[in-house]
């Protein structure tokens, strides 16, 4: 079952946004999750994840103004994302991996699984 994203759209620099994926068949043994993006002509960067231990990790550009969270009955990953920025602008990506942790999902970028990207744009 592929990860699924959801919750993309267009918002004014300051507004909010939830992203969602579905998990199911992600979250058994020493699992982690996260959520990456891409702008155009830029990097991919590491944006926020969580593992098994409920360990959360954040990209300093977003700490404190994104919270990623997951729903174990429903199999759901989240992002909140508050006071969105221009610069928020890029597809973000739902990842997954096993054997690994927050801090390794999101310092090493590296993971088996992802999604086929929702796209968030943050007009001024």
């Known amino acids: 079952v592929p990860l699924v994203e959801s919750g993309g759209g267009s918002v004014q620099s300051g507004g909010s946004l939830r992203l969602s994926c579905a998990t199911s068949?992600?979250?058994?043994?020493?699992?982690?999750l996260g959520w990456f993006r891409q702008a155009p002509g830029k990097e991919r960067e590491g944006v926020a994840t969580l593992d098994y231990d409920g360990a959360t990790r954040y990209a300093e550009s977003v700490e404190g103004r994104f919270t990623i969270s997951h729903d174990n009955a429903k199999h759901t990953l989240y992002l909140q994302m508050n006071s969105l920025k221009p610069e928020d602008t890029a597809m973000y990506y739902c990842?997954?991996?096993?054997?690994?942790?927050?801090?390794?999902?999101?310092?090493?970028?590296?993971?088996?699984?992802r999604g086929q990207g929702t796209q968030v744009t943050v007009s001024s």
């Open positions: 990842t997954a991996d096993t054997g690994c942790t927050a801090w390794t999902l999101l310092m090493g970028g590296q993971y088996r699984y």
């Open positions: 068949g992600y979250t058994s043994g020493t699992y982690c």
